[in-house]
Structure formats: structure tokens, C-alpha cells
């Protein structure tokens, strides 16, 4: 992503490119955590489609680009649902109940 931000002179890249992006960043972890699991599961069926496959220099880079495009339009709808039940949500909403407890705990509730 960084080399091709340098490509795209991120100052001058297009507003769709650098929401496309910033997407990453905003639900970045829930895909980070979620890329293991899903990429071992492709792994496995297509191994299973294609027997004694494995990945060369330029098939890795071909399914690191599809993934990640793939990972960027995941977010696209996702945003539409404001990013609903991912880790990040899910942290804001328990931070928040802990901030509320200790602070009706200590009187600042009022």
C-alpha cells in the first residue's frame, strides 16, 4: 500500500483513491485479524480444485493485489453499515460502557 501511495503522490491522487484507502485505516485491524483465517480457507479450496498448486513470486503478487482489492470493496459496503460488529466497533462500545461506570462511580455522571 505505502509503495503504491508513493506512485499515486498521495497529495495528488484522486479523492476516490485516498478514500479508498483510508477505508484500511479505519477498520484496518478487524481485516488484519480476519486475513489469516480467510486466506488459509481459499488456500484450502483451491488446493483442493487444483491439485499440486503453490504459489510463485508473481502468482503471490497477483493474489496479494486481488486480496487486497477484494478486502477494499468488503469495506466499500461495509462503510454503509458504518462498520457494524467489527473490532473497532466493538472496543469504542466497551471503552464507552467502561468510561460510564467509573465515571458514575466517581460522581462525574451529573
Known amino acids: 500500500?505505502?509503495?503504491l501511495l508513493v506512485v499515486l503522490e498521495?497529495?495528488?491522487?484522486?479523492r476516490g483513491i485516498r478514500k479508498f484507502l483510508s477505508r484500511f485505516g479505519v477498520a484496518g485491524l478487524t481485516?488484519?485479524?480476519?486475513?489469516?483465517?480467510?486466506?488459509?480457507?481459499?488456500?484450502?479450496?483451491?488446493?483442493?480444485?487444483?491439485p499440486g498448486f503453490y504459489f510463485t513470486l508473481y502468482t503471490s503478487?497477483?493474489?496479494g493485489i486481488i486480496t487486497a482489492v477484494a478486502y477494499g470493496f468488503l469495506l466499500?459496503?461495509?462503510e454503509r453499515h458504518n462498520y457494524k460488529?467489527?473490532?473497532?466497533?466493538l472496543y469504542i462500545h466497551l471503552f464507552k460502557k467502561i468510561k460510564s461506570a467509573?465515571?458514575?462511580?466517581?460522581g462525574l455522571d451529573r
Open 61 to 63: 503478487l497477483i493474489y
Open 76 to 78: 466499500m459496503w461495509w
Open 1 to 3: 500500500m505505502l509503495m
Open 31 to 50: 481485516v488484519y485479524l480476519a486475513e489469516a483465517s480467510m486466506n488459509s480457507i481459499v488456500i484450502v479450496v483451491v488446493k483442493k480444485l487444483i
Open 102 to 106: 467509573k465515571e458514575s462511580k466517581m
Open 85 to 89: 460488529y467489527g473490532i473497532e466497533y
Open 10 to 14: 498521495w497529495k495528488e491522487a484522486g
